[in-house]
């Protein structure tokens, strides 16, 4: 199973869900869930726009925003 990251934006009091996507415009798909959260991590602490990343298994639907 693999795991996805979700960028989730609000914008206009409105919640945007994007799937990260890799170099070459496919959804990315990283092979553990630990890989993902750092990642997630790293992207939600660099974020200057105040944008949440969180991870999904592959094939379901945006997590909840905390």
Request: charged share 25%.
């Given at each position: 199973m693999?795991?996805?990251?979700?960028?989730?934006?609000?914008?206009?009091?409105?919640?945007?869900?994007?799937?990260?996507?890799?170099g070459?415009?496919?959804?990315?798909?990283?092979?553990?869930?630990?890989?993902a959260?750092?990642?997630?991590?790293?992207?939600?602490?660099?974020?200057?726009?105040?944008?949440?990343?969180?991870?999904?298994?592959?094939?379901?639907?945006?997590?909840?925003?905390?």
């Amino acid at each position: 199973m693999g795991f996805n990251i979700v960028k989730t934006i609000i914008q206009d009091n409105k919640k945007l869900h994007v799937l990260l996507t890799n170099g070459v415009s496919e959804i990315m798909e990283i092979d553990t869930r630990e890989t993902a959260e750092n990642m997630c991590k790293i992207f939600t602490e660099n974020s200057d726009s105040g944008w949440k990343y969180n991870v999904r298994e592959t094939n379901t639907l945006p997590p909840t925003v905390k």
